[in-house]
């Protein structure tokens, strides 16, 4: 919840240290970031249910990178069902949908999905 504040009140400053502030270039980012990192655990976990080692997992859900970075992904994976993967992605689409078609979303959208899919851990 507070990076997804941080983001919309003090914006993303790029590589080229140009900092994006607006809202709409916002949430096209950030949705952009969280379907690809959503999908990725949707592959994994039906990568995971056909009886796949770790690295074939990876390698089909895009995962590349350090080994740690991979193991990282992989790790945050596991931590939901494939049912679960599935419902998050239902609901970034939704709001995908809705940018898309001219609706509003903006960061109260993105701190009620925090909230919805937060890990047992983080409550």
Known sequence: VAAVESL???GFQGKDSKRVLEPAALVTMLN???LKTVRQGVAVAEARKAGMAQTQA????????????VSSALGRAASRTGREWSLMLDDLVSL???MKTGGAV????YVLFALKWRT???R
């Open 8 to 10: 919309f009140s003090k």
């Open 32 to 34: 952009s970031s969280l």
């Open 58 to 69: 990876a390698s089909m859900a895009g995962i590349a990178g350090s080994p740690k970075m």
């Open 96 to 98: 995908d949908r809705r």
């Open 106 to 109: 903006d960061a109260n959208d």
């Open 120 to 122: 047992a851990k983080r």
